[in-house]
């Protein structure tokens, strides 16, 4: 049947069947006005209007499908939406105001008291403090356990255990998780597996076909790639992403059409960074390897590291997260730290402008000295988020960290 392009207000989930996450990164869940706008339309709007009372009452009824008002429908939201579910082989996302608040809502509507979490030890610390202070307010307990030690994820599961949360490649330290053993371990349990994908993103990496119930993203980082908003995203099956949507109707943590929108053209360049970044932190993973005043370099791309081959088989890229600890403590850190020039001090990650942090005293600061010792964030440790720049001129600003060294 031939059909004319006007018809074409968005193009139909079938006809991009198949296709690839480089391709859906651009062409899913594009939603067009009658203007046929060919970049994505946004909308700044707080409320909808009807045609009618009746029509009003319908839509709050939920017997016709449509707008309401934007804490719980925009359509560059849903567009957002649309495109990342696409891209995670999701059937449904929900957006949230930022990548805490995604994680927040899917504990909020997906446990209750009583219930019980094993996490991995090596999450962003401010997950941490969420489920070690907040959850554990509303009855919630969390166990933390080593990410690649499955007899620690074993003997931490209890009857009611409910979910298992993980970051992997882990925050700052790359360490690699199996991720299908831990859904096995979930669902024979009873109990989901929930990853926070933000260092791989579904480029390199999709773990609800590893057998994941739920993706999380901090669309703050890769997403948007530019530094420019804080959003995030849970993605999965429609059972458990209709009561995300739920709570996030009811509570409010909402992502802004502003920032969908910016998030949205940031998927369309997505595949082409992840590429670029992955490259860049291999090259520099492997230099930063042979100077003599580094300690140790942790990175899953390179050989010497101890989840090399389960990064190569359930990962397609290794992702631009590159620590490394120097010899010395938090003095030569930080003076390599202030010896750069070029590279940005800052703690946010996945920019396409390299960025430089100390995690101890930052993404880290908040945990108490043992659980920072247990999750390997020693004082020597400097991550690095590496951008796109040229890599002679990365490495010339890291040369003049080394050089603060000698001074
Ligand atoms: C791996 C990871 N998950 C979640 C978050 C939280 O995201 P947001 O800052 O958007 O709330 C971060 C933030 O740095 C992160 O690095």
Redesign the pocket.
Known sequence: MSHTREEHLWIPESDLEGMSVDTLSVRAGQIRTGQLEHSDAIFPTSSFVYGSAAQAAARFGGEEAGNIYSRFTNPTVQAFEGRIAAMEGGEKAVATA??????LSTCMSLLKTGDHVVCSRG??G??NVLFQKYMARFGVETTFVGLTDMDEWQAAVRPETRMLFI?TPS?PLCEVADVRALASLAHDNDALLVV?N??CTPILQRPLDLGADLV??????YLDGQGRC???VVVGPAKYLDEVYGFIRSAGPTMSPFNAWVFQKGLETLPIRMRAHCDNALELAKWLETQPSVEKVFYAGLESHPQHALAKQQQSGFGGMVSFALKGGREQAWQFIDGTRMISIT???GDVKTTITHPATT?HGRLAPEDKAKAGITENLIRLSVGIEAIDDLKTDLERGFQALED
Do not use: Q
């Not at 999380?216 to 980082?221: D, G």
């Open positions: 930022s990548g805490m608040a995604a994680i999450v962003f401010t997950t970051e925050n926070d933000c260092f999380i993203h901090s669309a703050t980082k804080v959003g995030g703690a946010n990650l993404t």
